[in-house]
């Protein structure tokens, strides 16, 4: 047929503008040394370059795109590469029950080891998921595949037996009672922005009613009314598993086995399991579990049993649920002193009270590593925008005074760490700029010191007011900084003419924390009452660019430690009564409030993209935050 007829039907078929939508070795008949293809019962018209396909289908010959309830003008095509496949090797790509062969057409690439090698990539771009990808047309398709097949490798077969099968199930369904899945087209965008499981919290409505279906065997067999019941909506949580309750009602039916699977693997992941029914009525039960965030998709459940298959479509929708726990490492007895998490919050570095540096792998939770490096008590820590580098300052401990160093890790390597000696004390803030290759650190002796974390070389030595440093934060534009101090000033830097250029607020609190907007133009600080000075638990925002105090908010006076994230826009809260309080800066209120830690929360970090956070108490554990809005 592809080797001798010069004008193959199926190519004949999309010149006039009409798609078969069913061919198979049981359609094409062999007619005076020619191929003619009969059965035209599901013929149509294409008016345009795609439309929708209802109807029955033979699951085993159809296109991936018939599932998703659409036809192309290369459907055909694809039908086409099946049956050769058939005719060629006498067996098919995708074989098994109705609901594996539909699985088959959607995600799996095509078995074509019946063929030889020489062919398989010419009937495989016919095979392709999308429909743009195909040959341009069936007659392009047969003239490829015939310029591979010599002429010496031609032999004469004589005539022979393909094994039969049994006549094949086919969905006898309206318009809007057809199977659906996503379209292979946005599969690649279906996960949205989120990328790890641990990545968000979010809520799985399955926004399917009662579906009624209309099911029966090809050959004239009876059709039956089945009713699909599946619930209005499901809650379900990141990294959560339930059961999702389906029940398929006929009186009379034995039984049923459930499975359900969707467009997109990396989106939701189903498993399903039989489930044994009474005289009434049949019960399907299928485990999905959220295994990463996606916007928006639409999952496809299949029922089979007592020789018919019935499938519905659940609609998912992700909807925000606010701050909710990810993960928590516990067991540990030592109260944390400080953390930073990297990007995505892969990983995470825990600064104990005592002892050495630890590097959590927060998404493969395995249990934290020490980072190389002699012991000292570390005051501080930062990770770099990209992750690739972390720097952690020496505080006090109880017996020795801190030497004032800081010590630099390569995160990608885990070797030993450079030391960074200057400082003659303690040293309480770092941070890194946004380069990642350049980092700020204070301490004791109110000096600013900027490092270059390549040479591991001092770069500069600023002097300001004689203050004990808090807090640090580098500008978006890198040229600027802000330090906090303990006695409640806030110093705005220009680090290219090494100055303070202004002084935000006078001496009030203690300032725990410091941020830039993203576009750098406001600066946002936190500060609470000190001993012998006037209580002062607020927070406030600053225009960057005249010093005026733009918003003040007031925060709770159990604030033990706080964090801004990246952008300024929110503020982590960790309090003397176990809790943590996620705030809005810009609408001025308290978002959620997170309880889990057993006494005071000793401290709290961002990650670079704001979108995770993490908790250490003094109880010793530390717990990992999704903080989508």
Request: glycine residues 12%.
């Amino acid at each position: 047929y592809l080797n001798e007829s010069r004008h193959p039907s199926p190519e004949g078929e999309g010149r006039v503008g009409i798609q078969h939508r069913d061919i198979k070795p049981q359609n094409l008949l062999l007619v005076g040394g020619s191929v003619k293809v009969a059965d035209f019962g599901l013929a149509r018209i294409l008016r345009g370059s795609q439309t929708s396909h209802t109807g029955s289908l033979t699951p085993s010959y159809a296109a991936p795109e018939f599932f998703q309830n659409q036809t192309s003008r290369h459907s055909d095509q694809y039908s086409l590469g099946i049956t050769y496949c058939h005719l060629r090797g006498g067996r098919l790509p995708f074989t098994g029950s109705f609901a594996q062969v539909m699985a088959g057409h959607l995600m799996r690439p095509p078995d074509l080891s019946m063929l030889p090698p020489k062919e398989r990539d010419v009937v495989a771009r016919a095979l392709s998921k999308d429909p743009d990808a195909r040959w341009p047309s069936c007659r392009a398709f047969a003239e490829e595949l015939q310029a591979r097949v010599s002429d010496r490798e031609r032999t004469v077969v004589p005539p022979t037996m393909i094994p039969g099968e049994a006549p094949e199930e086919e969905i006898l369904a309206t318009s809007d009672a057809t199977t659906v899945v996503p379209r292979h087209a946005r599969g690649v965008g279906w996960l949205g922005r989120w990328q790890v499981l641990a990545a968000g919290a979010a809520v799985v409505l399955v926004l399917v009613g009662a579906i009624t279906w209309a099911l029966g065997r090809r050959l004239g067999a009876e059709i039956e009314p089945f009713r699909l019941e599946l619930p209005s909506t499901l809650t379900l949580r990141a990294g959560e598993r339930t059961r999702i309750p389906i029940r398929l009602v006929r009186r009379g039916w034995d039984g049923a086995v459930g499975l359900a699977f969707e467009g997109n693997p990396e989106g939701v992941a189903i498993a399903g399991r039989s489930i044994p029914a009474g005289s009434d009525e049949a019960v399907i039960e299928v485990e999905a579990a959220l295994t990463a965030s996606a916007s928006r998709g639409e999952i496809l459940v299949v029922g089979t049993g007592g020789g018919r298959t019935a499938a519905g479509k659940l609609s998912l929708t992700i909807e925000p649920t606010g701050a909710v726990e990810v993960r928590c490492l516990d067991g540990r007895a030592e109260p944390v002193a400080c953390l930073a998490l990297a990007p995505g919050g892969r990983l995470a570095l825990i600064g104990p009270v005592e002892g050495p540096v630890q590097l959590w792998d927060v998404l493969g939770g395995r249990e934290p590593s020490r980072l190389p490096g002699p012991a000292g008590r570390v005051a501080c820590l930062a990770v770099a925008p990209d992750g690739r580098r972390a720097l952690a300052g020496i505080g006090d401990d109880p017996f020795h005074a801190s030497d004032g160093s800081l010590r630099a890790w390569d995160l990608e390597t885990e070797a030993e760490p450079r030391n960074l000696n200057g400082h003659p004390r303690r040293v309480s803030a770092v941070a890194i700029f946004p380069d990642g290759r350049r980092a700020l650190s204070s301490g004791d002796d109110a000096s600013v010191r900027v490092w270059d974390l390549d040479s591991g070389q001092e770069l500069r030595t600023l002097r300001g007011p004689e203050t004990v440093v808090t807090c640090l934060a580098v500008a978006p534009d890198a040229r600027h900084a802000l330090a906090g101090g303990a006695d409640g000033s806030v110093d705005f830097w220009d680090l290219d003419r090494g100055e303070v250029v202004r002084r935000l607020i006078g001496p009030r609190g203690e300032v725990l924390a410091v941020a830039f907007s993203a576009d750098g133009t406001r600066a946002y600080s936190a500060s609470v009452g000190a001993p012998f000075r006037v209580p002062d638990e607020t927070l406030r925002a600053w225009d960057v660019a005249t010093g005026a105090e733009r918003r003040r908010l007031a925060i709770p006076e159990t604030v033990a430690c706080l964090a801004f994230a990246p952008d300024g826009r929110l503020a982590l809260i960790g309090c003397t009564d176990g809790t943590v309080r996620l705030w809005d800066v810009a609408a001025g209120r308290e978002r959620a409030r997170l309880s889990g830690h057993d006494g005071r929360v000793a401290c709290v970090a961002f990650a670079p993209d704001g979108h995770l956070a993490l908790s250490g108490g003094d109880d010793g554990t530390v717990r990992l935050w999704s903080l989508e809005p």
